[in-house]
């Protein structure tokens, strides 16, 4: 593990990844494990040590707005705007895919999920190494993300090559994501954007998914910690879940008032359940609204069945 402020960061990281190997990154959302996208065996680490269905798509993160030519093709008006509007930041654009990209990238699918991150040593590796880098979160496939190194190294210890600590996740929550190959575009995951943000931003009404799996965070079941998780619409509700349990094998995951902040701590949250050794953990859902929208889909996918 090494500091994003280590003068050395920046070298150890490009060397790495320029070579094949994997390293756990942080971003404003969580913490991505990238490889190289000119590097077969570095994509292919990524899925081996995340135990993640080849089928898969993984996000692909450039420094600027060049990375919709860089990997995509045809890239549509409202992509564009929606880029120019919001990168670097928690947005995810559904592109079509240029045919020189590896498939390994994209599940094998002819679109391509790309996004610029607002955390400025992702990027600053990105302009050294002179190519994308392909990153889904830093743990194991269907388990909770994280926001901070230290759950990268529990999670993944010695897979990985390296883990740049940039401290805590400021967001939380991975990027929304949006498919802009349909008209009108389809919210394929909510995330670190609320849609009413980009509703008011662009002018344009997004609708929500229809269709098959085509983005990361779209299976069912997803961000679940070992214990079950329960949902409720109210404190009383969570309550009267609560006494249902024997004494001391369950406990209500924090909630902040504030959805920024229940964002920011939820994965944390659902981490610590574990830590805890519970195995119920019951979760009362905010308002479905803004960043509420986001939360409600992690815990949902959390609480289905794996």
């Known amino acids: 593990m090494i500091s994003h402020l280590d003068d050395d960061a920046i070298r150890a ?25 000119t590097s077969p065996t570095g994509l292919r680490r990524v899925f081996e040590v995340k135990g993640r269905p080849f089928d898969h798509p993984l996000i692909t993160h450039g420094a600027s707005l ?24 928690p947005l995810s654009l559904l592109v079509p895919r ?3 990209l590896d498939p390994l990238v994209t599940g094998g699918r002819s679109s391509v999920v790309v996004r610029v991150p607002a955390h400025d040593f992702f ?17 194991r496939f269907g388990r909770v993300s994280p926001t901070n190194a230290e759950h990268v190294r529990s999670d993944l210890g010695l897979d990985v090559d390296l883990i740049v600590d940039g401290g805590p996740s400021v967001i939380g929550v991975e990027s929304t994501i949006i498919d802009t190959t349909l008209e009108p575009p389809q919210i394929l995951r909510h995330g670190g954007i609320p849609i009413e943000d980009l509703e008011l931003l662009t002018g344009v009404a997004f609708a929500e998914a229809s269709g098959g799996s085509r983005a990361p965070g779209m299976l069912a079941s997803h961000y679940s910690p070992r214990c079950a998780v329960h949902l409720a619409e109210s404190q009383a509700q969570a309550d009267e879940m609560l006494a249902q349990f024997p004494t001391g094998s369950s406990g209500l995951i924090d909630a902040p008032s504030s959805l920024a902040m229940y964002a920011a701590t939820l994965f944390s949250s659902l981490r610590a359940c574990d830590d805890k050794g519970w195995l119920h953990a ?13 939360i409600r889909d992690r815990l949902q996918r959390a609480a289905s069945p794996t």
């Open 282 to 294: 019951v979760a009362v859902l905010p308002a479905d609204v803004g960043l509420g929208r986001a």
């Open 66 to 89: 060049a990375i919709l030519d860089n990997v995509g093709e045809n890239v549509s008006p409202i992509a564009r705007k929606l880029a120019e509007l919001v990168w670097p930041g």
């Open 123 to 139: 990027r600053r590796v990105v302009e050294a190494l002179g190519s994308p880098i392909a990153a889904p979160s830093a743990n």
């Open 13 to 37: 990281s490009t060397e790495i990844l320029g070579n094949g190997g994997v390293v756990a990154l942080p971003t404003e959302t969580v913490y991505g494990l990238g490889a190289s996208v």
């Open 98 to 100: 240029s045919d020189s």
